[in-house]
């Protein structure tokens, strides 16, 4: 078996597990090339049906592209979309602007997911994460319990030797189901590119510049990049030594700290 | 096991606060609680700063105990290797160990001739509490607690562990105020400071409280941002923010005397506390634009079209970085670079008696003395120093910015760092012989714990 059917056949095998302890569940879908990368192995998984929710976190400042994938694919494939806002913030004026940059990701995307989950009391969530994304994720399980408020305690984990996956915890818990967790970046690049998974035109290099990454349009900044294609992504990528998320934190660091800099009399 | 209540250590870092105003402050009563502790046993001492005495450069040192030509950060911004775009060293860039990873046993694969001479004879196992410490962004997982000081862009990865993060945030702590307001709105200014100096109390007495831990080391950075913008207003008596300047400094008084008496109740009066600055102030008599004047003496060309440091022109010999640093625009380590290494002493030369000729106006001298990189630093980071540093007389506040028209003017900001007025409030007997420089404070506070 080839590499990408092997990865293929372990997240089908994750999806389907998840979907037969919990029943009542739900997939987060940011619109992503991994959510939608694993929103197309969740069809695989239930021939083309599926059978349960697909959420997607609309903090309002989505890119204009990702809101017209998303409304293209959920009538396409026949989703049954729910889609989250936290209202009575984004009416309250919230926004990158307003409050700090982790005041309005706590209150437009976590707030949000919280009262979904509420409200349909749902038992699991699935979430396309991947561990080479980030130095915390390699701590990440593929049944990853977290508690009412979210809190997920990483020191305090079920092992998971040998593929056994503990899908059982406290009753107040919901459980993070990770099925693409053992995926590269490069990895999705490939699977996409056999299976020809559709992905928002942002991923392609426009004017010299893409997105690696992407989310909400104030905290995204593209990369320079001539990759137009996906083969030219991933021969991209093999050659490259970069963060993937670098495009997202590192110049709002940097805008902050010149700011601050300039303020006190400095540059 | 008994405890040894000797070996505790609180340092109250007063970022900026000079040796001379604190002694007047004092002496006129601004002061009651640092003048009682001053009457028990205890010594206010002059002490130099890092060069730079810059914030960055000179609370590494601190931190460390070691030169920046170890330690590796000279300032708050540096230049991309063989570019001219700007970067911004943090934590990351700190390339010795630091106090509580000395004592922690978190130095990983950092190392310093203090770590070495530490080595097997503190024990490796103590907890720290490191609270608003500049140049810690992004929080290190150390053996205890920490949250960054200035620079500090996000307060969650500022922090560690989580637990502290969200300790912070529910008392809506203040990472750094809105310098900004300075001039338009200072009394809003005022406010803020005096409110997060209230906050940065409150995180001390509360992690004082709750936590275990062998050295605690807590900073205000708020006295820096008054002295920038106010210093003039620290002894004239009709300067309309005069009353406001003195009230935060017997606010900053009240909370010495609260850590201080807490601190000792709990170590029995045998714990080792300290305050101290990272550098004094002097007011600005003018701004002094360095690279305008080598523009003038023709040691630099500008492309205004550019951006920042990126404007350096081909044929270029020397530019200058915040506050004094200089730099040789060497062929083979920048992408314009003219002057080839062995060119160096003549260019070297050309410009310190550029600087030392330099007068203002009034003819005044403006630079005290220009010092060699080479004579400055060593160790492994020493490549990556500036050439020279000139430091300015006290009134000359030598500046890095590329923009300016003239070689001198005025600004908004009233205060200047020094080198020489630095304090520390130690123990009578605790300094060692000579004069005190802040590298010396970790020893100091290492032998306590031997």
Known sequence: MDHLTALENKSIFIIREAYFRFRNIAMLWSVGKDSTTLLWLVRKAFFGEVPFPIIHIDTTYKFPEMYRFRDEYAKKWGLNLIVGRNEGQVEAGMGPGKGTKLDCCNELKTNALKQIIEKNGFKALLLGIRRDEHGIRAKERVFSPRDENFKWDYENQPAELWDQYKSTAAEDNHFRVHPILHMTELDIWKYMKREKIPLTELYLSKNGKRYRSIGCAPCCSPIESTASNVDEIIAELESTHTSERAGRAQDKEDAYTMQKLRSLGYM | ?450
């Not at chain 2, 991309?80 to 046993?105: C, E, H, M, Q």
């Not at chain 2, 290494?341 to 403006?366: F, P």
Request: hydrophobic content about 40%; charged content about 25%; glycine content about 8%.
């Open chain 2, 1 to 450: 096991m008994t405890m040894d209540l000797s070996k505790k250590v609180f340092v109250l870092g007063i970022d900026g606060a000079p040796e001379t105003l604190l002694a007047e402050y004092v002496e006129q009563g601004v002061m009651p609680n640092l003048k009682n502790i001053l009457s028990g046993g205890y010594d206010l001492v002059q002490m130099d700063a890092s060069i730079p005495d810059v914030s960055s450069t000179s609370w590494a040192s601190f931190m460390t105990g070691v030169n920046p030509g170890e330690h590796g950060i000279y300032g708050f911004m540096e230049l991309l290797p063989n570019t001219y775009r700007l970067t911004f060293p943090n934590y990351a860039s700190v390339k010795a160990p630091a106090l509580w990873d000395i004592i922690g046993g978190t130095s990983g694969i950092k190392a310093s001739t203090l770590a070495d001479k530490f080595k097997g004879r503190v024990p490796n196992n103590l907890r720290s509490i490191v609270i608003n410490m500049p140049e810690t962004f992004p929080a290190p997982a150390l053996n205890g607690v920490l949250t960054s000081g200035f620079v500090c862009p996000d307060l969650k990865k500022g922090t560690y562990p989580e637990s502290a993060y969200e300790y912070l945030r529910s008392i809506n702590y203040i990472m750094d105020i809105e310098a900004s307001n300075a001039s338009d709105k200072p009394d809003a200014f005022f406010d803020e400071a005096l409110l997060a100096l209230n906050k940065r109390a409150e995180a001390f007495l509360h992690f004082m409280d709750n936590e275990r831990w062998d050295l605690f080391i807590g900073v205000v950075t708020e006295t820096d941002r008054l002295h920038h913008f106010f210093f003039d207003a620290a002894r004239d008596k009709t300067h309309k923010y005069h009353e406001r300047f003195v009230f935060f400094y017997t606010r900053m008084d009240d909370i010495i005397g609260r850590v201080f008496e807490r601190f000792m109740a709990s170590t029995n009066g045998r714990g080792l506390f300290m305050t101290m600055s990272d550098h004094g102030f002097a007011p600005i008599r003018k701004e002094v634009y360095l690279n305008r004047l080598f523009v003038e003496k023709g040691l630099l060309t500008l492309d205004p079209a550019r951006e920042y440091f990126e404007q350096i022109g081909a044929g270029s010999k020397a530019f200058v970085m915040d506050p004094g640093r200089i730099y040789i625009n060497f062929e083979g380590r920048y992408p314009g670079g003219a002057v080839s290494a062995r060119d160096r002493s003549s260019v070297v030369n050309e410009i310190k008696s550029i600087l030392i000729d330099l007068k203002d106006s009034d003819g005044n001298a403006v630079i005290n003395r220009v010092y060699d990189g080479t004579e400055l630093y060593s160790g492994d980071e020493s490549a990556r120093s500036p050439d020279l540093v000139a430091v300015g007389n006290d009134g000359f506040d030598i500046k890095g910015n590329i923009k300016k028209p003239q070689a001198f003017g005025t600004s908004h900001f009233r205060g200047m760092h020094t080198r020489h007025d630095a304090h520390c409030v130690m123990p009578s007997g605790t300094a060692p012989l000579g004069r005190l420089h802040i590298e010396n404070i970790a020893s100091i506070i290492l032998e306590r714990f031997i």
